[in-house]
């Protein structure tokens, strides 16, 4: 008689008259049976650690192990005052700078295209305006290059860097409004500057002020936060060709 277990054939020949024969047959056959069905199979790869909780039907949720992080590597993370302080001097430092250049600029072209001080007051609209837009320019690309010089400082973070550097400067410009306001409501200096001679209302000036500022505001944030990002990819850059 031929049994086959687990793919292998075993030939046993038993004697069919013989009742002890056939007893020791049929316990080796059991045994074989048990011993088949205890055989403990080892997987290749250990299976992926399980995460809590399972599926439909009691099967387990398996999710790949998280990488460790170095936390040294973490401490240096996050919003660093000193990188946003000197990040703002330079946005300072750079305003005083790029304004000066564009007044100078504009003088020199208004002595080229003869362009006086009646033409001025013919259109202050148009000249209010485009005085407007050249500061806030100008004011842009020196809050882009303290957010860069911040970022770089820094080295992680640096659109948090960039944002740090504009909020000190709204800090210190609010501290600076506030004792413009202390001295005026103490020495009334705004007074001193209405202007006759100026073709604009003072509502119309206000509201210009009021934009002019509002979009000063949000172009320095954009342009910080953009610096801050482009300082920082530069050490980006390093630890790429160092891995």
Known sequence: MSQQYGGDTATVTTPTNDPTATQSYEEARAAAGRAMNTIAITPDRQPVAAAPGVLGGGTPVRTAPEPDLDTELLSYRGFKFGAAFFGWLIAIAMSVLLLAAAAAAALGTAQI?????????????????????????????????????????????????????????????????????FLDHQYNLVSDLNRPDVALSNNTLAMGGIAAASALLLVTLLAAIVGGKAGKRYHDKIDDLLD
């Open 113 to 181: 295209l003869d362009y006086t001080t009646s033409d001025a007051k013919a259109e202050p609209g148009a000249a209010a305006i485009t005085g407007a837009a050249v500061a806030v320019f100008m004011v842009m690309l020196a809050f882009y290059t303290g957010g860069y010089v911040a970022g770089r400082l820094a080295r992680f973070d640096g659109g948090r860097q960039g944002f740090g550097v504009w909020m000190i400067a709204l800090l210190v410009g609010a501290l600076a409004g506030g004792a413009s306001w």
